[in-house]
């Protein structure tokens, strides 16, 4: 069973947890769980969960300075949460700043890079609305969360 199977999902809060670390050879990722909604309880829509993924990939690659560390960035099939995967070893708390003021810019958006018909496969499954109100939402609460937000329940 992976790791985030192993989370008991009826103690888990929002928050920004370290997933995993994996290593091949000298290389090094840290797998965080940026999850926004409380398990079994809350979800995001599709289409909003679809749009932060477009605003927090495009954030983090182009305008953040965790840039050149990104590798992934992406929804949880369960909605309620997002992956984001870095080069290098990595902690909530090394990070928690950055993806605090990442919600925060996308919260601040106008347009949704990559949502035309050419750049995206589909491209009409979007909010901008509901995101930027989850964004500006996970944003606050994030930038207020304790270590007991930053680390998986026992």
Request: proline share 6%.
């Amino acid at each position: 069973m992976i790791p985030s199977f192993k989370v008991d999902h009826t103690k888990l809060e929002p928050g920004l947890y370290v997933s995993r670390v994996d290593k091949w050879g000298m290389e090094t990722a840290t797998t965080f769980d940026i999850r926004v909604c409380k398990p079994n309880k809350d979800m995001m829509s599709p289409a909003v969960a679809h749009t932060i993924e477009h605003l927090m990939a495009d954030y983090l690659r182009n305008d953040s300075p965790l840039s050149n560390s990104v590798l992934y960035f992406g929804p949880m099939g369960c909605l309620t949460g997002f992956y984001l995967i870095l080069k290098g070893t990595w902690t909530s708390k090394l990070i928690k700043e950055m993806i605090v003021e990442a919600f925060k810019a996308c919260s601040l958006s106008k347009t949704i890079p990559g949502a035309s018909e050419v750049e995206c496969g589909n491209y009409r499954l979007n909010d901008l609305k509901g995101a930027k109100e989850l964004c500006d939402m996970f944003s606050v609460y994030l930038s207020t969360a304790g270590p007991d937000k930053l680390n998986y329940p026992d």
